[in-house]
């Protein structure tokens, strides 16, 4: 009686530091984004609609889960979906810099923009692999 074992081939590595650092921070932003849901926020004379508010949290949370799964198996697709999704929530934070808004506010959309790109670049970057030399 003989046993078959089989094995499925995984082309997925473990990230390195930069790219595991990058996850970490857009799972912060994926996180930071709950707050703002928060119904006592003063937002100033312009308030944004708080279906758009939800959609920044749904953001969040398909980032957060991206993140977790690329941290643990080094997923290509997760760590792409995990960028589109902090650009968007970049792009979505935007107005919050040139509008008549508390400081707050301000300063929370700058931080969540400079953090986007940092993180975005960070888990992107690939890492350089030696190429042979052809003469």
Do not use: K
Not at 43 to 68: I, K, R
Not at 98 to 119: E, H, K, L, R, Y
């Amino acid at each position: 009686m003989s046993t078959i074992t089989t094995s499925t081939p995984t082309n997925h590595r473990t990230p390195s530091a930069s790219v595991r650092a990058g996850l970490a921070l857009s799972a912060l932003i994926g996180v930071a984004n709950l707050p703002f849901l928060v119904p006592d926020i003063d937002w100033g004379p312009d308030e944004p609609p708080y279906p758009l508010l939800v959609l920044a949290a749904v953001v969040g949370m398909v980032s957060v889960v991206c993140a977790v799964i690329a941290w643990r198996s080094g997923n290509r697709r997760a760590l792409r979906i995990n960028a589109a999704a902090l650009i968007f929530n970049a792009l979505m934070v935007i107005p919050g810099l040139f509008g008549d808004t508390p400081a707050f506010i301000t300063i929370a959309s700058a931080w969540f923009v400079v953090t986007t790109v940092v993180a975005v670049v960070l888990t992107m970057r690939r890492a350089s692999e030696p190429r042979p030399v052809v003469d």
